[in-house]
């Protein structure tokens, strides 16, 4: 407090380069010079109170607003303005006033502490212009990059549009070959089926004439083990001894039962005998063979995969989701025609091994055959060709609803991948896709997120790409990646960081955001008091 | 930290990830002992009162001048004790009691004492057949021994102040042979399970008995998959006090439990065993980080505490004759006269060592802290700096993270002075080295910082990785400084850098050189402005058990059983001479630990642990400080913000709030939460943390002044309210609430969402003044205050005078040659009294050279005077006072100030509504003599 000094003579450059003397009390901008009017009465600049000019940096708060003490620290809230010379100006808190530490490059702020510092305004100056100029050349070449990119981005979109729309066209056509197939597979698959159908019943026909006969001989068969006495009856005795007969299950064959059997008769001839087989033959075990093993039924799922298998292969996994409706359509289609497929399909029907296999198709038939698979061949290949065509498609249009940035500067980004290696890891971003994390001596990738949107500041929000939804961390949240784009010339990753747990944060470059120069040659401090 | 995400742990055992593998979030009890799973607590705890086997053998009393021996046997098995008496200077009795020929010595405690006691004369005043009557120096207080039990009671006139073994569970296990050497051994020694047990009552079948005694843990106890060997067998020892009349103790932390201790019946005692807690619980008795055996006993008439010497594993119980009563019961006490007194029945039991008991007699509170001052020294004297805010997280990242939270502050307006590094900053957790890629050019950054003047601290702990490419692992195998197993290797268990060994502190010759760690040309790439931290000291084991060292390990000759307690506090110690040592003697240490024990306080700071962003934690961060500031650590905090999981903002604004007034001031996080820093929870946020930070700068002259009172005194500076008002009963319970020094009472805001709190404003004389708003209230009444989110209740009490800076720099240093406003509280008597104590705020030379100035500021017959209370004292401040604020002042004519002969008329405003007097700019330096005179 010993060596205030009330007022300073302020000496810095003018545009002209002549050197002028402005007085004003310490810390005071030009701009609010005329409210310290020396010798008159100071009204703080809340217009609280009025004190004498004297109390104006003396040391003392007086105003609640801080505004009679521009020059010192002696209110909590008061800002300091140094000039900077050479420089840029500034207001720093003025708490910052006589702390021991050089804040203000003309050292202004530190006018009695002790602290030694030393004006390095010119210097700063110097380093400020070049480094603005430098900015300047590389958003001067970024934003002709930027053009070029904008002007890429345009015809790409125009060809791109224009291939959808020619693409579009060529599906239609597609789209009416396939209906065109269609019929003619129809058509011969009306024939195929009629012919196969008729090939069965002779053979389902043929089947049941052996199945009789089969079943007269078992009867004989068991008439004869039955008749135990030879006497050339089976009575009700003789049937009782068979207990797996017992129509209730309960363990005993009574003879009620037994009589219930035989249509109440005591006993059966050969011929009388036949209903009862009737009655009896599914539970008949003969006597003399093992008991038959029941056969083992093939669960009549799963036969359909191969085919789901095949239908979702030509689609690239991220986009399932979109597209459900018309994939279940083209399903559809598939189980139908697998369902229709040559009998290679292996029905869960019993067969016994005394059946014989069904004999193959008369050359007829087989003609009808070959004829409907071509023409589901034909149908099927036009079919593959028009899915193609709509990935092709909806690729295309998924690229272009993208968000590349006002004039699609981004485009050339998409499906890249930038990488940056650190000391411990490689990081990788694919703008638009995702960003994720490897490290360099082995173990596996980490995802970091996912392209989430666009997020920077209201003015502009294509300085800032948020990915999100990466890999959970332990106790903690998913991992997310914001990245920070400014201008560059070259499109580079140039750091990665994890401010906090499982959230990254990444600088990026390119020209994308080079903001258009002023036109007037860049003269970087105009002094806000000239 | 405790904590390690699995994905970091791939270097640990199964054994240690299970450790950690509780997802819910809360302790894993299972890990830690109760005293039924810790066998010498189980068998001492099944002893029963009113069947002591020890008797005095009064003719082997001996009494020099200042010490009184005395033999006892124990009836059960004719083992003879040696029982030791003395009367200390201060009102201090202490009572040893060891074996009178031990097997091979025990354990006694070394380095916790600052000197041998000094010891004051003792006198018999009469003796039969049946005591001895001692005089306890000039207070009409007498020391009666009883022969038959074996009993000790202090008496002042007519009254018992405390009773030892008054319910007979005195129990002394003395060393034996085990059976396997028994056959080579003196067969006449006779031995027993538990001395003093209820075998004589069973006396008959002692010899049968035994095998099966045998069982119980004496020899060998499993705890989990760990195996203790115990190759001295049973070895503790037990001793109850009788408080008639106290209805009130205090302290024994480190507990995450409520000021005013519990009764432990039907419940765990309260146990002492430094431990590594993850995610502890609050409100139990469970040990944490830290042990202090010293407890405090409180009633309208006096304070007195019993410290309980011994450094092993030790449980104490509390019983109360009134403790089931309702407080209807007592008035019913009351009315009907009941002549029950109350009483509160405490009993230490210890696994090894001796019995080492002072019983400081108080009378007052400020006379129990002195006492034990001087039994194991005071809060060391902080730098200033260390006073001011810390800002922690596990971790600051590299270099580059720190330059920018350091600029956050800065673009934020927000003062700090520390920021801090965990762990990660060091090269694979090998302490005293940095991260090649993360923190390639320490220096550098600690330039930045001191540009700022600002400090950093770097966590060293005290578990060293085994890597035989490491110096400091090479160097202590080489000297062979680290602890052994049983089997003489050296000890090696799981921390943070995967295996390591545990260096042995309790060696001073290990300490020496550990402190010489911290030259700077041994301790690369540290500077002045580096500070240390130590966690992990208790020391924390991954796979050990109960996460701790196995107790069978060894410290020269003594097993770690023996020292565990103290372990933490000779890190520290070391640490801080280390500190001391680098600087040639001249700078002031800032050294923080985890674990501690009696006597840490003279090495630097405390934290709570590993606390979490919960509003309980919050709240109990008040009374586990207060407790620790009743047995001498007054340099305490919780982490602001809680260290696990995330806190809300409101959590978050009302932590700093209350941290903001707590001794300690730092705020951490664990590496698995969100970013913190003050400005990242929007501007509204950003500025009321701002503002409460800054409050807290504005008082630094207050802390550190009340620093340099608790160093030179023992007084603690963040405290009950009972301390300063101790007949006041309403205050004895309350620990939502405390002061700082006598004279700011601090009600922070714990509860989410609170719009009012109550507060206690103690004292029927007192009035206080808010210190926001100047409105005075009158004391011993309960003041319900309406808040809001920007509010924190500190009140000034009537009568003082508070130093504050009132220009908040970006950091404490900044502020050094700044101006000082005094706030003048005025009495309802129209008097104030303060003081005001400068120095440079970081060497030894207030204490070396008398480098200080200690001014007496006293308001009284309307003139504010500054009066020398250190005339010898030689300190130039260019500090000055700027103004002066007096309230519950009337409006004066005229204002002068009287300095050098010479009287200057003194601008003043006045403000009617509140009372306070503003006297603007008077000027004066503020190491001057002056008066102000009010006319």
Same mark, same amino acid.
């Given at each position: 407090m010993t060596c205030l000094h009330l007022l300073l003579t302020l000496v810095f450059a003018v545009s002209l380069g002549t050197p002028v003397e402005i007085q004003r009390p310490r810390g005071v901008p030009l701009t609010k010079k005329q409210f310290y009017e020396e010798g008159k009465p100071f009204t703080c600049l809340d217009g609280s109170r009025t004190i004498p000019f004297d109390r104006v940096n003396d040391d003392y708060c007086d105003c609640k607003d801080g505004s009679d003490e521009p020059g010192t620290a002696a209110c909590p809230n008061g800002s300091f303005h140094c000039t900077n010379a050479g420089y840029r100006p500034m207001f720093i808190p003025s708490s910052r006033i006589n702390d021991g530490i050089c804040d203000c490059c003309d050292t202004t702020d530190e006018y009695n502490s002790g602290a030694k510092c030393e004006n390095t305004c010119k210097e700063l100056g110097r380093k400020e212009r070049e480094v603005l100029q430098k900015m300047a050349e590389i958003t001067k070449e970024g934003f002709l990059l930027k053009q070029q990119l904008i002007e890429e981005a345009k015809k790409g979109r125009e060809e791109k549009q224009g291939k959808v729309t020619d693409m579009q066209e060529n599906k239609k056509q597609l789209e009416e070959k396939v209906e065109a197939l269609r019929?003619? /597979?129809?058509?011969?698959?009306?024939?195929?089926?009629?012919?196969?159908?008729?090939?069965?019943?002779?053979?389902?026909?043929?089947?049941?004439?052996?199945?009789?006969?089969?079943?007269?001989?078992?009867m004989a068969e068991a008439f004869l083990e039955l008749d135990d006495n030879s006497d050339g009856f089976v009575s009700v005795s003789e049937l009782q001894s068979h207990a797996e007969l017992d129509p209730d299950?309960?363990?005993?064959?009574?003879?009620?039962?037994?009589?219930?059997?035989?249509?109440g008769a005591a006993q059966v001839d050969t011929s009388t005998f036949e209903s009862v087989w009737t009655n009896i033959k599914d539970k008949y075990h003969s006597e003399s063979q093992p008991e038959e093993p029941a056969p083992v039924e093939t669960p009549p799922d799963e036969v359909k995969e191969p085919a789901v298998d095949n239908d979702s292969e030509p689609y690239p996994e991220d986009d399932i989701s979109?597209?459900?409706?018309?994939?279940?359509?083209?399903?559809?289609?598939?189980?139908?025609?697998?369902? /229709?497929?040559?009998?290679?399909?292996?029905?869960?029907?019993?067969s016994h091994e005394d059946e014989e296999a069904m004999p193959p198709y008369d050359p007829d038939t087989q003609a009808l055959i070959e004829a409907a698979q071509k023409a589901r061949d034909d149908f099927e290949d036009s079919e593959k060709a028009l899915r193609v065509m709509d990935d092709q498609i909806r690729n295309i249009e998924k690229e272009l609803s993208f968000d590349f940035g006002p004039d699609a500067e981004f485009t050339y980004m998409y499906s890249q991948c930038y990488e940056l290696s650190t000391s411990e890891y490689i990081y990788r971003l694919c703008p638009f896709n995702r960003v994720s994390q490897k490290p360099k001596y082995g173990g596996s990738e980490t995802n970091l997120g996912i392209w989430g949107s666009w997020s920077g500041p209201e003015n502009n929000k294509y300085l800032v790409m948020k990915y999100e939804h990466g890999t959970g961390c332990w106790q903690g949240p998913n991992r997310s990646t914001t990245v920070k784009l400014t201008c560059g010339k070259e499109t580079v990753v140039t750091s990665t960081s994890e401010p906090s747990r499982c959230e990254y944060l990444m600088e990026f470059t390119t020209p994308a955001v080079c903001q258009e120069p002023a036109n007037t040659e860049p003269s970087p401090h105009g002094h806000e008091e000239l | 930290m405790a904590v390690i995400s699995i994905e970091r742990m791939g270097l640990l055992s199964v054994v240690c990830v299970s450790l950690f593998f509780s997802s819910t979030f809360a302790v894993d009890r299972g890990n830690f002992k109760t005293c039924d799973q810790s066998a010498f607590c189980k068998r001492q705890r099944a002893l029963k009162p009113g069947q002591s086997p020890y008797r005095a053998l009064l003719e082997t009393l001996e009494l020099s001048d200042s010490r009184l021996t005395l033999q006892l046997i124990n009836d059960n098995n004719k083992v003879h004790l040696l029982l030791e008496l003395y009367r200390l200077q201060g009102n201090m009795t202490r009572v040893k009691i060891n074996e009178l020929k031990p097997l091979k010595p025990r354990f006694e405690v070394p380095d916790v004492l600052i000197a041998e006691p000094p010891t004051e004369p003792l006198s018999v005043l009469s003796k039969d057949d049946n005591g001895v009557v001692l005089s306890l120096g000039a207070e009409n207080q007498r020391l009666i021994v009883s022969a038959r039990p074996f009993r000790l009671d202090i008496m002042e006139g007519p009254e018992v102040?405390?009773?030892?073994?008054?319910?007979?569970?005195?129990?002394?296990?003395?060393?034996?042979l085990h059976k396997d050497t028994q056959a080579q051994a003196d067969g006449a020694e006779v031995k027993e399970s538990v001395d003093g047990d209820q075998q004589q009552d069973e006396g008959k079948k002692d010899e049968d008995g035994e095998s099966e005694k045998e069982e119980d843990g004496l020899w060998e106890e499993t705890f989990k998959s760990h195996t203790d060997t115990k190759p001295n067998g049973p070895t503790s020892i037990s001793l109850d006090f009788s408080l008639p009349g106290v209805e009130h103790v205090y302290g024994i932390p480190e507990h995450a439990d409520d000021l005013k201790l519990k009764t432990t019946d039907g419940g765990d005692p309260y146990r002492l065993y430094n431990l590594d807690v993850f995610q502890y619980e609050l409100y139990n008795p469970m040990a944490l980080y830290g042990s202090i055996p010293v407890m405090l006993a409180h009633n309208t008439q006096r304070t007195m505490g019993i410290f309980w010497l011994n450094a092993a594993e030790t449980w104490v119980d509390i019983s109360s004759n009134t403790a089931g009563k309702t407080v209807f019961g007592k008035m019913l006490d009351f009315v009907q006269g009941s002549s029950e007194k109350p009483q509160t029945d405490v009993r230490w039991i210890s696994e090894s060592g001796i019995i080492d008991v002072f019983i400081m007699l108080g009378p007052k509170p400020s006379k129990v802290f002195s006492q034990y001052a001087s039994l194991t020294g005071t809060q060391s004297f902080p730098p200033l700096a260390s006073?001011?805010?810390?800002?922690?997280?596990?971790?600051?990242?590299?270099?580059?993270?720190?330059?920018?939270?350091?600029?956050?502050?800065?673009?934020?307006?927000?003062?700090?002075?520390?920021?801090?590094?965990?762990?990660?900053?060091?090269?694979?957790?090998?302490?005293?080295?940095?991260?090649?890629?993360?923190?390639?050019?320490?220096?550098?950054?600690?330039?930045?910082?001191?540009?700022?003047?600002?400090?950093?601290?770097?966590?060293?702990?005290?578990?060293?990785?085994?890597?035989?490419?490491?110096?400091?692992h090479n160097e202590i195998t080489s000297k062979d400084f680290y602890v052994k197993n049983k089997d003489g290797k050296n000890y090696e268990g799981w921390c943070w850098p995967g295996n390591s060994g545990y260096p042995d502190f309790t060696k001073p010759e290990m300490r020496a050189w550990w402190a010489s760690m911290f030259a700077y040309d041994q301790y690369e790439g540290s500077m002045e402005n580096l500070f240390t931290w130590n966690d992990m000291n208790e020391p924390s084991v991954f796979n050990g058990p109960e996460v701790t060292m196995h107790k069978d390990a060894l410290h020269g000759k003594w097993e770690h059983r023996d020292i565990h307690n103290i372990y933490g506090l000779y890190v520290q110690m070391a640490t801080a001479e280390g500190q001391i040592q680098r600087s040639g003697g001249v700078e002031r240490p800032f050294v923080l630990t985890r674990a501690f024990f009696a006597g840490s306080q003279r090495y630097g700071a405390v934290w709570t642990g590993d606390n979490a962003a919960e509003w309980d934690h919050l709240k109990i961060s008040i009374p586990m400080c207060l407790s620790l500031g009743l047995v001498g650590v007054s340099f305490c905090g919780a982490d602001v913000g809680g260290f696990f999981k995330n806190p809300s903002t409101e959590l978050l604004v009302r932590w700093y709030q209350t941290g903001a007034y707590q001794p300690f001031f730092r705020a951490h996080a664990h590496l698995d939460t969100t970013r913190r820093e003050p400005w990242l929870f929007g501007p509204e946020n950003t500025a009321l943390i701002r503002e409460v930070i800054r409050q807290r700068y504005a008082l630094l002259p207050y802390w550190y002044q009340l620093f340099y009172q608790a160093h030179k005194t023992g007084m603690p500076v963040m405290r009950p309210l009972w301390v300063d008002y101790p007949k006041d009963t309403a205050t004895f319970t309350?620990?939502?609430?405390?002061?700082?020094?006598?004279?700011?009472?601090?009600?922070?805001?714990?509860?989410?969402?609170?719009?009012?709190?109550?507060?206690?404003?103690?004292?029927?004389?007192?009035?206080?003044?808010?210190?926001?708003t100047f409105q005075k209230h009158n004391g011993a009444?309960?003041?319900?205050?309406?808040?809001?989110?920007?509010?924190?209740?500190?009140?000034?009490?009537?009568?003082?005078i508070i130093p504050r800076k009132d220009r908040v720099r970006r950091s404490s240093t900044c502020m050094e040659n700044d101006p000082y406003t005094l706030y003048v509280a005025l009495s309802p008597k129209k008097f104030a009294e303060g003081e005001l104590y400068i120095d440079?705020?970081?060497?030894?030379?207030?204490?070396?050279?008398?480098?200080?100035?200690?001014?007496?500021?006293?308001?009284?017959?309307?003139?504010?005077?500054?009066?020398?209370?250190?005339?010898?004292?030689?300190?130039?401040?260019?500090?000055?006072?700027e103004k002066v604020l007096i309230l519950g002042a009337s409006k004066p004519s005229k204002v002068l100030l009287k300095m050098d002969g010479k009287e200057t008329p003194v601008d003043f405003e006045f403000d009617t509504s509140m009372s306070v007097l503003t006297l603007r700019k008077p000027g004066m330096n503020a190491g001057a003599d002056w008066t102000l005179l009010l006319q």
């Open positions: 019929t003619v /597979k129809e058509a011969a698959e009306q024939p195929e089926k009629e012919a196969k159908e008729r090939h069965l019943k002779a053979w389902e026909e043929q089947k049941a004439a052996i199945r009789l006969e089969k079943d007269k001989a078992k299950a309960d363990g005993t064959l009574t003879e009620t039962e037994v009589q219930g059997l035989m249509g979109e597209e459900d409706d018309e994939d279940e359509d083209d399903k559809d289609d598939y189980h139908e025609d697998d369902d /229709k497929a040559p009998p290679t399909v292996k029905t869960p029907e019993k | 102040l405390l009773s030892l073994n008054s319910r007979g569970l005195l129990a002394f296990e003395h060393l034996r006073l001011g805010y810390h800002q922690c997280r596990w971790n600051y990242n590299d270099q580059e993270d720190v330059k920018s939270v350091d600029q956050g502050f800065d673009q934020h307006d927000i003062p700090y002075d520390f920021i801090w590094l965990d762990i990660e900053h060091a090269d694979g957790k090998r302490y005293f080295t940095w991260d090649p890629h993360k923190f390639p050019q320490p220096k550098e950054m600690l330039q930045g910082l001191m540009d700022k003047r600002r400090k950093m601290v770097s966590i060293v702990d005290p578990h060293i990785r085994v890597d035989s490419g490491y110096k400091i309350i620990d939502d609430e405390f002061l700082i020094g006598s004279d700011l009472l601090v009600h922070p805001v714990t509860e989410e969402g609170s719009r009012g709190v109550t507060a206690y404003l103690p004292g029927a004389e007192e009035v206080w003044y808010d210190v926001h009444q309960n003041l319900y205050i309406p808040v809001t989110l920007s509010s924190i209740p500190v009140f000034q009490r009537g009568g003082s440079d705020g970081h060497s030894f030379n207030y204490d070396t050279k008398k480098e200080f100035i200690h001014r007496s500021l006293t308001f009284a017959n309307n003139a504010l005077t500054s009066s020398n209370l250190c005339p010898d004292c030689n300190f130039l401040t260019s500090s000055w006072i």
